[in-house]
């Protein structure tokens, strides 16, 4: 009898998932012991960390996407659909139009939902780079922005790409210089917390990038509405900032499927952090930006936590007791400006280090967003 | 166990969570509460104990108590 491993979500996770386990589990596959089906709602995968750039023309929202057949190992069942429903106790999934799909294994990459309508006026009055709408309108919208107040919000944790926020301002700071216009343009940064960033070391870093940038850094500021007519930002602190062009990191969801499942109350898959299992169903793992894991939303995190997943699932196809773990290992890059960068690399309870921005490592950055697809084909 | 007087009308379990995840839980919380809503804070990271109270003083709530419990804390919050 055939084994079904099923996958739903066709981001990095998935189709990482995908191809790895294409290759691990090749004679299985072949001799049809087991079968594969990555179900994905759109023909296209998307690498997100693209976006970040089109605000300032340096790539287009097609850059980022390419069809998903093209990336995932022939001998996957891609299914362009979607899921409208998790029944863990009877294995099964419900699809568009209420067809079934048994599985075996299930494991879930759905991401996470930009909700920008959860603030009032965010929609209205913000811009973002953190979908390919959002960062032409935002692209549009710099090409025209010739003076005024720039204010990056950080609306809510956790976001998608929690370096993304900083390394916007730092850019902007650049792009504004680049064209003899950052006199003319204030640029101010807003974070929940008491400093400008979740992790201690990327704080003081772009703290002190901040100071010596002249961009205003405004901690402990959780935005509480947009009044997109007057141009004012409010927060649950009580201040205001006045702002010409906002730029508002929205607030993000997990899935209602999850919470529909009984995988979790809030959205975000409840998993052991080691085996990204999850807690409150057999057989059901979860990996990206769903998996309620404490370290960033990131792109890397999904790539690495596949490798664990699909080693843990070859083992339990063949009988095995799977013994792959994920130790919690994140790698960021961090643009400092428009030529220069810096990354980070860490795992659970360590502070990452940050090193000094340099020339190389921004170039370094531009390669690897060129040879990720050679990630989401499994191969490195 | 350590007792407190305080009955909370919302509890957020933050245990296991690492910074800035308890604060934010409590963020939202605060965000959608009613004034005089006594909210009981569990957490386990120590950093809790310095950022709450710092940020309960930014946004102008009360900080009411805070109970060492076996292996977390409990920090009693009022909003206003």
């Given amino acids: 009898m055939t084994e079904t491993i099923?996958?739903?979500?066709?981001?990095?996770?998935?189709?990482?998932?995908a191809n790895r386990l294409a290759d691990e589990l090749k004679p299985e596959l072949e001799s049809g012991d087991v079968e594969v089906i990555l179900v994905s709602d759109g023909e296209d995968h998307v690498y997100k960390p693209t976006f970040l750039y089109v605000p300032f023309g340096k790539k287009t929202v097609d850059d980022a996407k390419r069809p998903l057949a093209d990336l995932v190992d022939r001998r996957i069942?891609?299914?362009n659909d979607r899921v409208e429903a998790i029944d863990t106790d009877d294995k099964r999934l419900t699809l568009r139009d209420g067809r079934p799909l048994r599985y075996d294994y299930l494991t879930l990459g759905l991401g996470a939902q930009l909700v920008p309508d959860e603030l009032d006026g965010l929609a209205e009055g913000g811009h973002h780079f953190y979908g390919p709408e959002g960062a032409q309108r935002l692209r549009d919208e710099l090409a025209d922005f010739t003076e005024g107040h720039l204010v990056l919000s950080v609306i809510g944790t956790p976001h998608m790409c929690p370096a993304a926020p900083v390394e916007f301002v730092l850019m902007a700071d650049a792009w504004f210089r680049e064209r003899g216009l950052r006199e003319d343009v204030e640029i101010t940064y807003t974070y929940p917390i008491q400093r400008a960033h979740a992790i201690q070391n990327i704080a003081d870093w772009a703290s002190a990038a901040f100071e010596e940038r002249d961009i205003n850094l405004e901690t402990f500021f959780n935005a509480d509405e947009v009044d997109p007519d007057e141009g004012v930002?409010?927060?649950?602190?009580g201040k205001e900032l006045d702002y010409d062009l906002l730029?508002?990191?929205?607030?993000?969801?997990?899935?209602?499927l999850v919470v529909d499942a009984g995988l979790s109350e809030d959205g975000w898959v409840d998993v052991d952090k080691h085996t990204l299992e999850a807690t409150e169903a057999e057989d059901v793992y979860a990996l990206g930006d769903i998996a309620d894991v404490p370290t960033s939303k990131a792109g890397s995190v999904a790539h690495y936590?596949?490798?664990?997943?699909?080693?843990?699932?070859?083992s339990h196809v063949r009988g095995e007791t799977p013994t792959a773990t994920y130790q919690g290992k994140t790698i960021c890059f961090i643009e400092a400006g428009m030529d220069e960068a810096t990354f980070v690399d860490f795992e659970y309870g360590t502070q990452p280090t940050v090193r000094k921005p340099s020339k190389p490592v921004h170039w370094a950055k531009l390669g690897y967003n060129e040879s990720y697809w050679l990630t989401a084909r499994g191969l490195l | 166990m350590s007792e407190t007087e305080y009955d909370p009308d919302v509890t957020i379990d933050a245990r296991g969570s690492t910074c800035p995840g308890p604060l934010m839980d409590l963020i939202g919380k605060v965000k959608e509460a009613d004034p005089g809503t006594v909210i009981e804070l569990q957490t386990s990271d120590s950093g809790s104990k310095g950022?709450?109270?710092?940020?309960?003083?930014?946004?102008?709530?009360?900080l009411l108590e805070v109970v060492e419990q076996d292996d977390y804390w409990s920090m009693y919050v009022e909003t206003n």
């Fill in chain 1, 233 to 237: 930002l409010h927060s649950m602190e």
């Fill in chain 1, 247 to 256: 730029v508002g990191i929205p607030p993000h969801h997990g899935s209602d």
């Fill in chain 2, 51 to 62: 950022d709450v109270p710092e940020w309960l003083d930014e946004a102008g709530h009360d």
């Fill in chain 1, 6 to 17: 099923a996958i739903v979500g066709g981001g990095t996770g998935g189709t990482v998932l």
């Fill in chain 1, 77 to 79: 069942d891609i299914r």
């Fill in chain 1, 305 to 314: 936590e596949a490798g664990v997943v699909a080693d843990r699932l070859a």
